[in-house]
């Protein structure tokens, strides 16, 4: 019989208060598994900068809500901390969301649910966070920014933030259930 054991950090409550720790967290995972590629979600960039001030070195990707998540016409991101981000060497990925776009649409204005969402809730069994690992894994492979053939850390928060980190062997998708979640780095216990 062959395994391998590992430490895995389950935050006691959700949110954006995780965010410094989880990060210093991925850096050690990533230098102890020579893992090149990081993509993270950031919503104002205030989490994208922070990643890329503490992961630089590594190909980060920051993926941001897309235009009109909020309001028509209009990003959330913050021009403040996009500039750090490009400083800082990170590329940053605006686009629509892998699980929801258009379907989105359709349960809003016909209130019947479609099968990315479907997909979307089924991956919030394991927290928020886990379901947006796998959108903005998904993002970053369909635009070309990390590779599909290495593993990748993902990270992502519940709300805000970030408390949530995955390995995952990255898809396009085109190619959804190619992609592989390999491994919980870091989760909240509490979602």
């Known amino acids: 019989m062959s395994f391998t054991e590992k ?3 389950y935050f006691q409550e959700a949110g954006k ?7 210093k967290i991925v850096k050690n995972y990533v230098e102890t598994e020579g893992i090149k590629d990081v993509v993270v979600a950031s919503t104002t960039g205030e989490t994208g900068a922070k990643a890329s001030r ?9 993926v941001t809500h897309c235009f009109g998540f909020q309001k ?3 990003t959330e991101l913050k021009e403040e901390f996009r500039e750090e981000m490009v400083r800082n060497g990170a590329k940053i990925f605006t ?16 209130g019947t649910l479609q099968p990315l969402e479907l997909i979307a809730n089924t ?11 796998v959108e903005i894994t998904l993002m970053a492979a369909d635009a070309g920014l990390i590779p599909v053939d290495k593993d990748v850390v993902a990270i992502a928060g519940t709300g805000r933030g970030a408390d949530t980190a995955l390995r995952i062997k990255p898809a396009n998708t085109g190619r959804f259930f190619d992609l592989k979640i390999r491994e919980v780095i870091a989760k909240p216990s509490d979602f």
């Open 54 to 62: 503490i992961l630089k070195g590594c190909n980060l990707v920051v």
């Open 123 to 133: 991956l919030r069994l394991m927290g928020e966070g886990t379901k947006v690992c």
């Open 72 to 74: 028509p016409g209009e």
């Open 7 to 9: 430490k895995i950090t």
């Open 95 to 110: 686009g629509t969301h892998a699980l929801s776009s258009v379907e989105r649409a359709i349960r809003k204005d016909y």
């Open 17 to 23: 208060q995780n965010t410094d720790v989880l990060l």
